[in-house]
């Protein structure tokens, strides 16, 4: 992310030009917008011809649906990792008391 600093940059999703303006680099923007414009193509090769927005809308629910996907993935690892750090910890506690 930028300090602050509001870049512009346009980018294509499903065939339409968007000017966006964020904080963010104009590169993960425009990776950002790919990530929108490769699930709205892939939705319309599943599903063929809908209106515009309601492929943009199966494509946000499917782009959350991905995200949602990943947290909880992160939140089980997380937990798998405190579990295995306690269980160290508490080996060396034994290790350290009876040394």
């Known amino acids: 992310m930028t300090d602050g600093i ?3 940059v346009t980018v294509r999703i499903a065939g339409e030009e968007h000017t966006i303006r964020s904080n963010a680099e104009p590169a993960y923007t ?3 917008a790919e990530h929108v414009d490769q699930r709205i193509h892939e939705i319309k ?3 063929g011809l809908l209106e515009g927005h309601k492929v943009a809308i199966l494509a946000a629910l499917s782009i959350t649906d991905e995200l949602f996907q990943a947290l ?3 939140e ?3 937990s798998q990792m405190a579990e295995r750090v306690n269980a160290l910890a508490a080996r ?3 290790v350290v008391s009876n040394g």
């Open 72 to 74: 909880d993935t992160q």
């Open 45 to 47: 090769k599943q599903v």
């Open 76 to 78: 089980e690892s997380d």
């Open 6 to 8: 509001r870049e512009s």
């Open 30 to 32: 425009t990776r950002c």
């Open 92 to 94: 060396l506690e034994d």
